[in-house]
């Protein structure tokens, strides 16, 4: 078996990791799902404002961690931001009709997109945001290191489409699978 394609960037700061969530706008069709991994305050919110203003989305983008679901409409496709941190159980997943909607023939970002792994989509974009030195002195905001996965045919397809449309920012990952080691 050949191994997973994985590619990694860096954000300094949180203007450029908005500014890397545009550069992904222009490749999404209808029915991709984008699924965002990483811990509190790791920047999955920020990414999102980015793909939203980078679709033309009118209206404020902010965390739907207590709505489940935010829609952002006036762009060139509709954008459905999930937050799943609030779900205690799979089964939640169909209150929020979460598998309908994936498949509405919009975009979907999903903040803590791994929750259930029991049920994640058939082909999504995974990105992990980890926060670069996470024991930086106090006071001071390290970067965030990215890792762009694509899981099933469209999620590798978008993966690798991204990858080559921005050669500045993903730079693959060669050496291992940084996942198992997260
Ligand atoms: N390079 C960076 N990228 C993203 N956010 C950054 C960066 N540097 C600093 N930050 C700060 O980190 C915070 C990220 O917040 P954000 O709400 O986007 O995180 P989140 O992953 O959505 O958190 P939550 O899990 O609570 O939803 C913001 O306060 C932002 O200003
Ligand atoms: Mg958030």
């Not at 978008?158 to 996942?179: G, N, S, V």
């Amino acid at each position: 078996m050949t191994a997973p394609q994985i590619w990694r960037t860096t954000c300094a700061c949180v203007d450029q990791t908005i500014a890397l969530g545009a550069t992904l706008a222009p490749l999404l069709q209808p029915n991709d799902v984008i699924l965002l991994v990483g811990d509190l305050g790791a920047g999955k919110t920020h990414f999102t404002k980015g793909v939203a203003s980078g679709l033309g989305c009118t209206g404020k983008v902010t965390s739907p961690t207590f709505n489940i679901m935010l829609e952002y409409d006036g762009g060139r496709l509709p954008l459905y931001h999930f937050d799943l941190y609030r779900l205690d159980d799979v089964w939640q997943l169909d209150d929020v009709d979460y598998f309908g909607l994936l498949e509405d023939g919009c975009v979907s970002v999903v903040e803590w997109g791994d929750k259930f792994p029991e049920a994640l989509p058939q082909s999504y974009l995974e990105l992990r945001l980890t926060v670069a030195y996470p024991d930086a002195p106090q006071g001071e905001e390290p970067p965030r290191t990215l890792y762009l996965r694509g899981y099933g045919e469209r999620g590798r397809e978008l993966a690798r489409a991204w990858a080559a449309a921005r050669p500045q920012d993903w730079k693959e990952e060669p050496e291992k699978e940084p996942h198992a080691t997260d």
